[in-house]
């Protein structure tokens, strides 16, 4: 990706979707953006039609939501009014890219939910900016987790699969901040990244819940989405191929286990579960 993405400001007429699949543990997922600039080499909505139909490349292009909070509002009471209300933000975008900085959609609709709780919220990110929301993350109490990518421990690997993404010592800094805040927190390292034998260490201080995840469990096909995205290279540039296996998460979860109890660490779709 070169250059800044384009951005356009569309009105949705709906924010809610139903969830379902991997998600079905929720009810809704939440996207406060289309599109996303950290546009990470493995992310599987780089298959979908959302992408897929778009001239500019994924990464390249990010349309903000106005009048996302007052929408919010209005489809939370209608919602609740019918059950449980369990979202997931955000299942095809980062909820904390970029634009956030300026637009300030995401803030928006944590305040629309701070007047109208669901009954769980899960946060799913790996941008640092969402230590700038404590505030309202508080405010929901236990309603709420934020969930932090931690894919690799490893500069030289976020730098080749995303390169746009935030640096990975900002993110363990992030867990820091939220955990001290008393904010429900998790470090989602997913996809499996080839990493080394030091992040269990570097994670156990700052959360005590981590969930490991790999691309055949995680994409939503058994892994066929991320297999069409061709890959292999740049584990080849990193002379990592080993690391480009189906039991690659086995090795880094037993890693884990030596430093995380059984209650405290989870695989795949469980993981992400309220």
């Given at each position: 990706m070169?250059?800044?993405?384009?951005?356009?400001?569309k009105?949705?007429?709906?924010?809610?979707?139903?969830?379902?699949?991997?998600?079905?543990?929720?009810?809704?997922?939440?996207?406060?953006?289309g599109?996303c600039?950290?546009?990470?080499?493995?992310?599987?909505?780089?298959?979908?039609?959302?992408?897929?139909?778009?001239e500019?490349?994924?990464g390249?292009?990010?349309?903000?939501?106005q009048?996302?909070?007052?929408?919010?509002?209005?489809?939370?009471?209608?919602?609740?009014?019918?059950?449980?209300?369990?979202?997931?933000?955000?299942s095809?975008?980062?909820?904390?890219?970029?634009?956030?900085?300026?637009?300030?959609?995401?803030?928006?609709?944590?305040?629309?939910?701070?007047?109208?709780?669901?009954d769980?919220?899960l946060?799913?990110?790996?941008?640092?900016?969402v230590?700038?929301?404590?505030?309202l993350l508080?405010r929901?109490?236990?309603?709420?987790?934020?969930?932090?990518?931690?894919?690799?421990?490893?500069?030289?690997?976020?730098?080749?699969?995303?390169?746009?993404?935030?640096?990975?010592?900002?993110?363990?800094?992030?867990?820091?901040?939220?955990?001290e805040?008393?904010?429900?927190?998790?470090?989602?390292?997913?996809?499996?990244l080839p990493?080394?034998?030091r992040?269990?260490?570097l994670?156990?201080?700052?959360?005590?819940?981590?969930?490991?995840?790999?691309?055949?469990?995680g994409?939503?096909?058994?892994?066929?989405?991320?297999?069409?995205?061709?890959?292999?290279p740049?584990?080849?540039?990193l002379d990592?191929?080993?690391?480009?296996?189906?039991s690659?998460?086995?090795?880094?979860?037993?890693?884990?286990?030596?430093?995380?109890?059984?209650?405290e660490?989870?695989?795949?779709?469980?993981?992400?579960?309220p």
């Open positions: 070169s250059g800044q993405p384009t951005v356009q400001y009105k949705p007429k709906s924010l809610l979707n139903r969830a379902s699949g991997f998600l079905e543990n929720y009810t809704h997922t939440l996207n406060p953006y599109g600039a950290f546009g990470c080499s493995y992310c599987y909505v780089r298959g979908m039609p959302v992408a897929a139909f778009r500019e490349a994924w390249e292009w990010v349309d903000v939501k009048g996302a909070a007052e929408l919010l509002s209005k489809e939370l009471a209608r919602a609740a009014s019918k059950g449980p209300v369990r979202i997931f933000m955000s095809s975008t980062d909820p904390y890219q970029p634009a956030e900085y300026r637009e300030r959609v995401t803030r928006s609709l944590l305040e629309a939910m701070a007047e109208t709780p669901p769980f919220l946060v799913q990110t790996r941008s640092p900016l230590t700038r929301d404590i505030d508080l929901l109490g236990r309603r709420v987790r934020v969930s932090m990518t931690v894919e690799t421990d490893l500069e030289e690997v976020r730098r080749v699969f995303s390169p746009a993404a935030p640096p990975i010592a900002a993110r363990i800094k992030a867990l820091a901040r939220l955990k805040a008393g904010v429900p927190v998790q470090a989602a390292v997913a996809p499996v990493s080394s034998e992040l269990p260490a994670l156990r201080p700052v959360t005590d819940r981590v969930v490991i995840d790999d691309f055949e469990m994409d939503g096909s058994g892994g066929r989405r991320t297999k069409s995205l061709g890959l292999e740049l584990y080849a540039k990592m191929t080993a690391w480009h296996s189906p690659a998460w086995r090795i880094v979860y037993e890693r884990f286990a030596k430093h995380y109890g059984e209650e660490l989870t695989i795949s779709k469980s993981g992400f579960a």
